[in-house]
């Protein structure tokens, strides 16, 4: 009975559930981009430290059209 007693009921959507802390969906899906950049970020910068004094394949390229 003791756990029953510390269940709260689900909180209406809007400032009751941020304030208990609980993120939305959207958060959830934003949270989870900005990981998966993160990772990408990460992946390149290790690949670029592995390749440390090569020619990278972007250092010739102009990318400054126009």
Known sequence: ???????????P????????????????R???QRRREAERKLDLHLEEASHK???SATEGEDHSEG
């Open 53 to 55: 004094g090569e020619p």
């Open 13 to 28: 959507t809007g400032a009751a559930s941020e304030d208990r802390g609980d993120p939305t969906t959207q958060q959830m």
């Open 1 to 11: 009975m003791g756990e029953q007693e510390q269940v709260q009921p689900a909180a």
């Open 30 to 32: 934003s949270v989870g």
